[in-house]
């Protein structure tokens, strides 16, 4: 089992960048495969970047592409959301979750393992 630690949220004006952290820790942290999600007031959480074991492939909502980017530093057991250009429609709580298959994307109910999550917010 693994437990996972976001940070790095906060309030920061349009155009302004963000980074996010998801610490691990348990098992090894190079047997999960991790994913970002966000939650608004009032909406669903909808993912928005996932990650493989290795950090060899990434994908992306298409609301963030281009100005988000996932990493990993397995030495580290960490994740990491960069968030640049951000917009008021970014404004949620960030989570990170794990799974221990090879990957899974934005398939959410397929991560066993989540965050508490932190909040990011974008005023315009």
């Known amino acids: 089992q693994v437990q996972l630690v976001e940070s790095g949220g906060g309030l920061v004006q349009t155009g302004g960048s963000l980074r996010l952290s998801c610490a691990a820790s348990?098992?090894?942290?190079?047997?999960?495969?991790m994913g970002w999600f966000r939650q608004a007031p009032g909406k669903e959480r909808e993912f928005v970047a996932a990650v493989t074991r290795s950090g060899d492939i990434t994908n992306y909502a298409d609301s963030v592409k281009g100005r988000f980017t996932i990493s990993r530093d397995n030495a580290k057991n960490t994740v990491y959301l960069q968030m640049n250009s951000l917009k008021p429609e970014d404004t949620a709580v960030y989570y990170c979750?794990?799974?221990?298959?090879?990957?899974?994307?934005?398939?959410?109910?397929?991560?066993?393992?989540w965050g508490q999550g932190t909040q990011v917010t974008v005023s315009s």
């Open positions: 979750a794990a799974t221990e298959r090879a990957y899974v994307g934005y398939l959410q109910g397929l991560y066993p393992y």
């Open positions: 348990g098992r090894t942290f190079s047997s999960y495969a």
